[in-house]
């Protein structure tokens, strides 16, 4: 194998743990504001991700599994408009991203009191 063969090897190697230890702040990131939520007294804020959850589910439950079984007797799929979908993902998208922003001035907060 050639010195330029093994220097590329090389780099890669190390944008593979670069992107891990980035996939794994993120890991960490998510775990942190699921177990903030968890935390609330306020019922919206720690019970929506686990409606949606079972939401969608429930969905695909009836959608792909019990609509071949029961259809005969008049079970009909779940329709979600694509506007709801749409605004659904924004809420979803718009949510995770101000917790995220948060997190990172409370971080930047608590390294510059230091």
Do not use: H
């Not at 720690?46 to 959850?53: E, F, I, K, S, T």
């Not at 329709?79 to 924004?90: N, R, T």
């Not at 809420?91 to 001035?105: D, F, N, P, Q």
Request: hydrophobic share 50%; proline share 4%; glycine share 6%.
């Amino acid at each position: 194998m050639s010195f330029q063969v093994r220097i590329q090897l090389l780099e890669m190697e190390k944008l593979v743990l670069e992107e891990g230890k980035t996939l794994q702040a993120q890991i960490e990131s998510v775990n942190a504001t699921m177990r903030e939520e968890v935390k609330s007294d306020k019922f919206i804020v720690y019970a929506w991700r686990p409606l949606v959850g079972f939401c969608f589910v429930a969905l695909i439950a009836n959608n792909f599994i019990l609509i071949p079984y029961f259809a005969v007797y008049g079970l009909q799929p779940i329709i979600i408009p694509d506007g709801i979908w749409s605004a659904m993902l924004v809420v979803l998208g718009v949510s995770a991203g101000t917790r995220g922003a948060e997190k990172i001035m409370r971080n930047k907060n608590s390294k510059s009191s230091e």
